[in-house]
């Protein structure tokens, strides 16, 4: 998701650079190996130490977008880098190119506009072009907006959860997609660009009482999260004109296990029928991909029921 984070504050970092080098120098970082560099959602004080050495470090930086990037490094200080341009619409070219310089023995790292590369950013075709050659690939972990809304959404349940990301954008797959949207039963997470936001509102509201975290410009100036039903996200949203601005991440909580159990009830009766209660809840969460604590109260349930 795209990250406004070189745009605020002119903040100094030679102190952060100082420790970069103290406290992840001492580490080996190969020749020929492409970093996998996570930055900054929006708040450039959240880049890691390690980060901010292996960009120091690198012979060249792969980028979503060579201006933005380029803007994170002086913000930070660093030096000047060749940056190889790597996006969504020149990824498998692009990868080509990387993938020679990191033959010919030099340090890659790559970075998307924001956050986790190859988590619905670009990253993931050059991260396979690499591993199909037998290149090394290091991973270095940091800001995530999915998580970081996870984190601060209060999910009840047994913390499992989809990864959904932007629906599509054509009406009969999105059409399928939000289908899909209200027969799962784990925690959902989805991305929304604001110009998307209204309407992806009103689609969410055939949800009903299904709680839903609303995360707003995660970690920057105006951060904004908030949890309501789906039924009044459109009201909601129309009511402040603020509350359609920035980047969104969406948290669809988990729904409830029919009262009639479908599927469920099924796989419930046969486990409880020959193992403890535990076990069978933990195996038909697996099997039936529900919400382990409320087949947990459903198995109660059926446990008190006459035969």
Same mark, same amino acid.
């Given at each position: 998701? !795209?990250?406004?984070?070189?745009?605020?504050?002119?903040?100094?970092?030679?102190?952060?650079?100082?420790?970069?080098? %103290?406290? $992840?120098?001492?580490?080996?970082?190969?020749?020929?190996?492409?970093?996998?560099?996570?930055?900054?959602?929006?708040?450039?004080?959240?880049?890691?130490?390690?980060?901010?050495?292996? &960009?120091?470090?690198?012979?060249?930086?792969?980028?979503?977008? =060579?201006?933005?990037?380029?803007?994170?490094?002086?913000?930070?200080?660093?030096?000047? !880098?060749?940056?190889?341009?790597?996006?969504?619409?020149?990824?498998?070219?692009?990868?080509?190119?990387?993938?020679? %310089?990191?033959?010919?023995?030099?340090?890659?790292?790559?970075?998307? @506009? $924001?956050?986790?590369?190859?988590?619905?950013?670009?990253?993931?075709?050059?991260?396979?072009?690499?591993?199909?050659?037998?290149?090394?690939?290091?991973?270095?972990?940091?800001?995530?907006?999915?998580?970081?809304?996870?984190?601060?959404?209060?999910?009840?349940? +047994?913390?499992?959860?989809?990864?959904?990301?932007?629906?599509?954008?054509?009406?009969?797959?999105?059409?399928?997609?939000?289908?899909?949207?209200?027969?799962?039963?784990?925690?959902?997470?989805?991305?929304?660009?604001?110009?998307?936001?209204?309407?992806?509102?009103?689609?969410?509201?055939?949800?009903?009482?299904?709680?839903?975290?609303?995360?707003?410009?995660?970690? !920057?100036?105006?951060?904004?999260?908030?949890?309501?039903?789906?039924?009044? &996200?459109?009201?909601?949203?129309?009511? +402040?004109?603020?509350?359609?601005?920035?980047?969104?991440? /969406?948290?669809?909580?988990?729904?409830?296990?029919?009262? @009639?159990?479908?599927? $469920? +009830?099924?796989?419930?009766?046969?486990?409880?029928?020959?193992?403890?209660? !535990? =076990?069978?809840?933990?195996?038909?969460?697996?099997?039936?991909?529900?919400?382990?604590?409320? /087949?947990?109260?459903?198995?109660? =349930?059926?446990?008190?029921?006459?035969?």
């Amino acid at each position: 998701m !795209k990250s406004d984070a070189v745009g605020v504050g002119s903040a100094d970092f030679r102190l952060a650079l100082e420790a970069a080098g %103290r406290a $992840a120098g001492a580490q080996d970082y190969p020749a020929g190996a492409l970093y996998v560099v996570a930055t900054p959602i929006g708040n450039l004080a959240d880049i890691s130490l390690r980060a901010l050495h292996v &960009l120091s470090l690198a012979d060249a930086v792969a980028c979503e977008d =060579t201006r933005h990037t380029g803007q994170l490094l002086r913000a930070y200080g660093l030096p000047p !880098k060749p940056l190889l341009s790597v996006h969504e619409h020149n990824e498998q070219v692009g990868a080509q190119g990387v993938l020679a %310089r990191l033959q010919a023995g030099e340090r890659v790292a790559y970075a998307s @506009d $924001a956050g986790t590369p190859a988590v619905s950013d670009p990253g993931a075709r050059l991260v396979a072009a690499c591993v199909a050659a037998g290149v090394r690939v290091v991973p270095l972990p940091g800001a995530s907006s999915p998580v970081t809304a996870l984190c601060a959404s209060g999910l009840s349940g +047994d913390g499992t959860f989809l990864f959904r990301g932007f629906l599509p954008p054509k009406s009969g797959e999105r059409q399928q997609a939000l289908a899909a949207l209200a027969q799962e039963p784990r925690a959902v997470v989805l991305l929304e660009a604001p110009h998307r936001m209204r309407a992806l509102a009103d689609e969410l509201a055939m949800l009903g009482e299904r709680s839903v975290t609303v995360a707003r410009e995660l970690t !920057k100036q105006f951060e904004h999260i908030t949890t309501l039903a789906c039924a009044v &996200l459109p009201t909601w949203l129309a009511a +402040d004109p603020a509350r359609q601005r920035g980047e969104f991440v /969406l948290v669809l909580h988990p729904g409830a296990v029919a009262e @009639d159990g479908g599927d $469920a +009830d099924r796989v419930l009766r046969v486990l409880l029928a020959e193992l403890p209660l !535990k =076990t069978a809840v933990k195996l038909a969460a697996e099997i039936a991909t529900a919400p382990r604590n409320a /087949l947990y109260q459903r198995a109660l =349930t059926l446990q008190r029921a006459p035969e």
